[in-house]
């Protein structure tokens, strides 16, 4: 009688790749070749290589660093912020009280002022971006722990961050594109709307009707009044039809 011998790693890829064969077949046939693996062990991931899955990291290993560069009408904010398993840490934060779209005005005006004088084609950019190149005091401040490469993005905020003068130092400064995925004039009233929800609840009726045109069909309640907000609830919905495409 022949005894056939398995390692662990020869093992686990067997285990993952029937996993692999489970999910597929709950996807309707769909193939897939990445993976996220809680266990942060070499034999593990050498497994998942033999079993022909590509290891994807998971977010809880590693901080993400992101600074905030929020520059407004009269003052200049950075923050920069560490996002671990769904939390934001604020690691270190720097406030210039004078430095505003107000004083790019105010300088461009005298920029104009003093030159028009004595000629009409005056050189706009001579002593506006010198200015703009004070907003790296601040920023450069804020760092001096971490070195810059260690920052995975800039998000800009602000309305004077939409000056691409601004924009343009502020991602020189980085070594990266910024990144404007947060609305730049709405992004700190929405935070705060979003942080007085997380810290008030309040009762609050909320009725979630289903519609539908078809005949028989009926409208059910799916929250009952005076829920307290925020809340959970797990709804189980039989369909005729398969509503998910890939």
């Known amino acids: 009688m022949c005894r056939q011998q398995f390692s662990t790693e020869r093992v686990t890829s067997m285990i993952l790749a029937k996993m692999r064969e489970?999910?597929?077949?709950?996807?309707?046939?769909?193939?897939?070749?990445?993976c996220v693996i809680s266990v942060k062990r070499r034999s593990v991931l050498s497994a998942a290589k033999i079993a022909g899955l590509k290891y994807l990291p998971a977010l809880e290993e590693k901080p993400w660093l992101?600074?905030?560069?929020?520059?407004?009408?009269?003052?200049l904010q950075v923050s920069v912020c560490a996002f671990d398993k769904g939390k934001l840490k604020v690691l270190s934060t720097s406030f210039d009280p004078c430095l505003g779209d107000r004083d790019l005005d105010e300088r461009l005006v005298e920029h104009y002022r003093v030159n028009l004088k004595s000629?009409?084609?005056?050189?706009?950019?001579?002593q506006g971006r010198a200015f703009i190149e004070e907003s790296e005091t601040p920023v450069s401040l804020l760092l001096l722990p971490m070195p810059v490469?260690?920052?995975?993005?800039?998000?800009?905020?602000?309305?004077?961050?939409?000056?691409?003068?601004?924009?343009?130092?502020?991602?020189?400064?980085?070594?990266k594109d910024v990144s404007t995925t947060l609305n730049a004039d709405e992004a700190e009233a929405r935070g705060c709307a979003l942080q007085v929800s997380l810290i008030n609840s309040f009762p609050s009726a909320m009725s979630a009707l289903s519609q539908s045109r078809s005949?028989?069909?009926?409208?059910?309640?799916?929250?009952?009044?005076?829920?307290?907000?925020?809340?959970?609830?797990?709804?189980?919905?039989?369909?005729?039809?398969?509503?998910?495409?890939?």
Not at 66 to 75: E, K, L, N, R, T
Not at 149 to 173: M, N, R, T, W
Not at 218 to 239: E, S
């Open 66 to 75: 992101v600074v905030f560069v929020d520059m407004g009408h009269s003052a």
């Open 149 to 175: 490469s260690d920052i995975h993005a800039a998000e800009i905020v602000g309305a004077a961050s939409l000056i691409p003068a601004v924009k343009a130092q502020i991602s020189k400064f980085f070594q």
């Open 22 to 34: 489970t999910a597929e077949a709950s996807l309707w046939g769909k193939k897939f070749t990445e």
């Open 215 to 246: 005949p028989g069909a009926t409208k059910n309640v799916k929250t009952n009044r005076k829920l307290q907000l925020p809340a959970w609830k797990t709804l189980l919905c039989l369909i005729l039809e398969d509503f998910v495409k890939f």
């Open 119 to 126: 000629k009409y084609n005056p050189d706009v950019n001579s």
